[in-house]
């Protein structure tokens, strides 16, 4: 499990691609192989190719991030605002 924490605000990994990726599945971690060290290549990739605001964007860019990743969770569970 990989979670992204600023402050008290935190995302899963899922929840951080599906506010990059605008959907959900989209990515390439956890991966689905036998071999354990194919996730840590999968969660490699995903940061690689989408993890900017995490790897090198700044700590407002990240907790905007975040906003919009748990804005998308409550908007697929059909929570209100």
């Known amino acids: 499990m990989v979670t992204y924490q600023l402050k ?18 989209a990515s390439h971690y956890p991966g689905f192989s036998s071999n354990p060290l194919d996730a840590f290549r999968d ?3 995903d940061l690689e190719e989408y993890g900017a605001d995490f790897l090198e964007g700044t700590d407002e860019g990240l907790l905007l991030r975040i906003e919009d990743a748990l804005s998308r969770l409550g908007d697929q569970l059909g929570l209100p605002e």
């Open 8 to 25: 008290s605000r935190s995302m899963s990994h899922g929840e951080y691609m599906r506010s990059v990726l605008g959907r959900s599945n």
């Open 43 to 45: 969660l490699r990739l």
